[in-house]
């Protein structure tokens, strides 16, 4: 019974959430909450759009394709030439503030959505942000034990942050995110960690609760679809093999012992040498002198979190 009373809640909780939204342009990566917002909205006749990139291997565009096709919703496929990529990786990090690899390839994504919707005349769209947050969607939360599971979820909800905001508001673009309205960041904190992460079909499942409320109403495939990230998903993760190839070792390691000494910043990829040649072009360097507690990499500040912000290093 309780597990009928919690779906009728959530599903309840979403619908109003996601029929307040007003824009008619989602981006839809083909996962489970953007396939939950346009579930709800299909009667509108909403249009979507969704980021490939043309050179990399991507997961997201079968997905896609299937819920504009069940929903009837226009898709619009955004395909993205690396060259294009790079010239939003700079606009991407000038609005973030950053050089941490794994924000920047999957918000490079956002970027290009929301570009597009400007560049298409939207004023706004809608995303599914907050739903990994508060339903324990990624991957290093269902692999924690249960007995730590309660505490990981309340620590990483009190640290999210959402750097599309950011960036639809650089851009001019409204961004509208109904799992972070206040009824559902409510309803998550009423539900127990064993209702989030569970095994189901023989593995270990995050947002278990969201999949079976809606595990009827969308395609299967997309219930219980992998957490894909957006990197993934649209093909940016490629960009770690580009940098790879592009930066060669020798020229690496000697940058790496340049910045080191000359900005007391240690580098650990090519990737985000890439991006901090980006950064610290834009905004110089990011150690901070007055910081109580700083990363042991980039050396800036970090508040109370395992993560560092600027640079990516996890854990710290």
């Known amino acids: 019974m309780i597990l009928d009373d919690i779906s009728k809640n959530t599903y309840s909780a979403l619908e109003k959430a996601c029929n307040s939204c007003e824009s008619n342009l989602i981006s839809l990566s083909g996962g489970l909450d953007s396939t939950i917002i346009a579930y709800f909205l299909k009667k509108r006749k909403p249009k979507a759009v969704t980021v490939i990139a043309e050179d990399f291997v991507s997961t997201d565009l079968t997905y896609c394709q299937m819920v504009s096709k069940q929903m009837q919703l226009p898709l619009s496929i955004y395909n993205v030439k690396t060259s294009v990529i790079l010239e ?20 490079v994504v956002m970027y290009l959505a929301i570009k597009w919707a400007k560049e298409n005349g939207e004023k706004s769209i809608i995303t599914g942000d907050g739903a990994d947050e508060l339903f324990a969607g990624y991957n290093f939360l269902i692999n924690k034990p249960e007995e730590e599971l309660e505490d990981e979820i309340k620590r990483v909800c009190n640290v999210m942050h959402f750097p599309t905001q950011k960036i639809g508001k650089a851009l001019g673009v409204i961004i509208e995110s109904p799992f972070l ?15 989030k992460v569970r095994n189901e079909q023989g593995k270990r499942r995050g947002k278990w609760i969201i999949r079976k409320t809606f595990e009827k109403l969308i395609p299967q495939q997309i219930v219980w679809r992998n957490k894909s990230p957006m990197q993934e998903g649209s093909g940016t993760a490629g960009l770690t093999n580009l940098f790879d190839s592009i930066i060669r070792e020798e020229q690496f390691v000697e940058k790496k012992l340049t910045v080191e000494k000359e900005k007391g910043v240690v580098i650990r990829s090519r990737e985000s040498m890439y991006y901090f040649e980006i950064f610290n072009k834009l905004f110089g360097t990011p150690v901070d002198k007055n910081a109580e507690s700083v990363c042991p990499y980039c050396k800036h500040e970090v508040k109370d979190s395992k993560f560092c912000r600027m640079c990516g290093a996890f854990p710290i």
């Open 88 to 107: 939003a990786i700079e606009e991407t990090i000038k609005i973030l503030k950053n050089f941490n690899d794994i924000e920047i390839r999957n918000n």
């Open 181 to 195: 309205e206040d009824k559902i960041i409510e309803l998550s904190k009423s539900i127990p960690a064993n209702m």
